[in-house]
């Protein structure tokens, strides 16, 4: 008997338009030749402009969702992503406990990339307090990572340096940050992997020309797939970069917004030098034709 791949667990919202959400982790964990398993929090209507509302299920849903499948398949990795409400991280937060030896990826959604809400300060408090102790890798963009610690006694004007945000997410209980740096100022994107230790590998990466919806969710779900593969957190966060780096540079604009991460960029048919596909020849070629 074939020796199954490893599972991978995501519990995100769904997307229509397939750039982000439940259907970027679905793709980017079985690219990278993981089984994805999905559990629905939210329902959103949004195209890649923005998303224009969201309808979080009923966390009694949620939770059986995850039940099920977590008695019946041995899962290796949990991959978390927008979350909808403050009943669906608390159920979340009970069913991950029973599974601590499980590594844990979340990426903290709080807004669309136009900048459209998706998590309140109410749920922003109960990630920090039900999810953040158990979470092996945290991936928040700068400003995400900014707003999760911001302090009554902190400026809102005043730009938090990032090495003190990675102290305060891991005073939190997260094992390790990795705050990407995709909205900084700077010539090239710096991401860097923070431990209780300090800061663990930086790494810089080409910026490319257009803005992604879903390359978040891309990342992480790469982090989780890498994990479930059995490497190390340093390990799984430089393969994981490498893959998504890719999936933007192939990335492709279906619509009126962003450009999508083309996930699966590696399995595109080359052409021939006469100009046939690679493809076309084989079913030429076969018995049946």
Not at 74 to 100: C, N, Q
Request: net charge negative; charged share 20%; proline share 6%.
């Amino acid at each position: 008997m074939l020796q199954p791949p490893p599972i991978v667990l995501s519990f995100a919202a769904n997307d229509p338009t397939g750039g982000a959400g439940l259907q970027a982790d679905l793709l980017t964990i079985a690219s990278l030749g993981c089984h994805p398993l999905s559990v629905i929090t939210a329902i959103t209507v949004q195209d890649t402009t923005g998303v224009e509302s969201i309808f979080p299920l009923d966390p009694d849903w949620v939770e059986d969702q995850a039940r099920m499948v977590l008695e019946d398949m041995p899962v290796h990795a949990f991959k978390i992503g927008l979350l909808g409400s403050v009943e669906i991280i608390a159920a979340i937060a009970e069913i991950i406990s029973d599974y601590p030896h499980i590594p844990l990826v979340l990426d903290p959604i709080l807004t669309s990339g136009r900048g459209d809400e998706l998590a309140n300060e109410e749920m922003i408090d109960a990630m920090r307090e039900l999810l953040l102790p158990q979470v092996t890798i945290l991936t928040p963009n700068s400003l995400e990572a900014r707003h999760l610690v911001l302090q009554e006694n902190d400026s809102s004007k005043t730009k938090l340096d990032l090495n003190l945000c990675a102290q305060r997410l891991l005073d939190m209980g997260c094992e390790y940050v990795l705050i990407t740096g995709t909205h900084e100022n700077t010539v090239q994107v710096t991401n860097t992997l923070f431990s209780t230790e300090g800061i663990v590998r930086s790494d810089h990466w080409q910026r490319l020309e257009h803005t992604y919806h879903g390359s978040g969710c891309t990342l992480a779900s790469a982090i989780a797939a890498c994990l479930a593969n059995g490497l190390p957190v340093s390990d799984s966060v430089i393969e994981a970069q490498d893959y998504t780096w890719q999936t933007l540079q192939a990335g492709f604009r279906p619509g009126m917004g962003q450009h999508i991460p083309n996930r699966l960029y590696w399995a595109k048919f080359d052409e021939d030098e006469d100009g046939t596909d690679a493809k076309e020849i084989r079913n030429l070629e076969s018995p049946e034709n």
